[in-house]
């Protein structure tokens, strides 16, 4: 008797649990539905953890309810557990190949994901997303496709001129292919839609660098670092090459000598100022840093060499001769150099 009552108890406690979860249970559809409506009730008071369950019992009691896959997608991309959602939505599509949410979902998680192929296709099923072109365009940018990502982009800013980001990669579109000329009034754009982007700042600096426009290298060098751009190394130096190149000297020695207290390599540094001074015709600052190099290493011919350019280039042609001449028994490589300066070639 006492095993018969235990079963019957464990029945009824069975058939009790199952008409909880499954009210319905004979009629999947409607459970289906019920389960379905209570998540889309806990998702618009934010619960997201109930909504995702009550969404996979939905799914569970009809594998082909769309709109069920769908809306778990959402919950989970809120969840940020994107994984599942990419699952979910590309469920969706197995249901409904056209379906313009879950594409346009899966075109954005791809892309976040670096995954341009799969987010370029998404974003040619997508006609329709306001982001469908810009993806594209940034797609074809991070695959290295600089001549399509510029054509891509130039055809979206003409609808979205005050896209900040989309400006900023055309201007890098241009820059990586080496059309500085072209880069620079998108750099400008894109920095007067977003000012606060100091690295954008800091890339319009090198690029005014490189097209040898060395006042407003200076210019944008100082505003990236107001902007609180890190003044690393590489930045102070290019920043104090700027400063000597556009013609005050005084500043730009004196960041250059602050990073040889810092323990840059001082030979290279070194040798660089004294080839700039020389290339900029001031000859006795070229002499002065060949000195020091000579002090440390009185078989360095190429420094040797650069100070007797130097006493030639102050009217003692004799002298610098004679230094040039030691230099190239030191360093018969010299005799090349010479010859080019002499001969043009």
């Known amino acids: ?48 953890l109930v909504a995702s369950s009550s969404f996979d019992i939905a799914i569970l009691l009809n594998p082909h309810y769309k709109e069920a896959y769908l ?19 590309n469920k969706v599509l197995d249901l409904e190949p056209s379906n313009t949410g879950a594409v346009k979902e899966l075109m954005e998680l791809y892309y976040n994901y670096r995954q341009y192929a799969k987010a370029k296709e998404m974003a040619g099923r997508c006609s329709d997303c306001l982001q469908a072109e810009k ?24 609808s979205n001129p005050s896209d900040a980001e989309a400006t900023y990669t055309l201007a890098r579109s241009y820059f990586d292919l080496g059309n500085y000329k072209n880069a620079v009034p ?13 690295t954008w700042t800091y890339e319009l600096g090198l690029l005014y660098f490189n097209l040898q426009d060395y006042k407003n290298a200076v210019l944008f060098f100082t505003k990236a670092a ?17 400063y000597i190149f ?21 030979k290279e540094l070194i040798r660089e100022l004294a080839q700039t001074f020389y290339n900029r015709g001031m000859y006795q600052k070229s002499l002065d840093y060949c000195q020091q190099l000579m002090q440390v290493n009185m078989q360095d011919g190429k420094s040797l060499y650069l100070a007797g350019l130097c006493f030639q280039k102050m009217g003692q042609k004799d002298k610098g001769q004679g230094m040039c001449d030691e230099a190239i028994k030191m360093d018969p490589a010299l005799e090349s150099l010479r010859r080019k300066l002499m001969t043009g070639f």
């Open 246 to 266: 556009s013609g005050q000297a005084e500043q730009g020695e004196k960041l250059l000598l602050d990073l040889l207290e810092k323990g840059s390599d001082n």
């Open 1 to 48: 008797m006492k095993l018969t009552s235990l079963f019957i108890c464990f029945s009824v406690a069975t058939v009790l649990s199952a008409f909880t979860v499954y009210p319905a249970f004979s009629q999947n559809t409607d459970s289906s539905e019920f389960y379905f409506q209570k998540g889309i009730v806990e998702k618009t008071a934010k619960r997201f």
């Open 186 to 198: 998108f750099y400008n754009k894109a920095i007067v839609l977003n000012g606060e982007q100091n």
């Open 71 to 89: 809306e778990s997608g959402y919950v989970n991309l809120a969840m940020r557990k994107t994984d599942i959602a990419m699952i979910q939505f």
């Open 135 to 158: 993806i594209k365009a940034m797609c074809s940018y991070n695959e290295e496709d600089y001549v399509t990502a510029i054509k891509e982009l130039i055809r979206y800013l003409a």
């Open 226 to 242: 107001e902007k609180g751009y890190p003044r690393r190394n590489d930045f102070v130096e290019a920043l104090g090459y700027a």
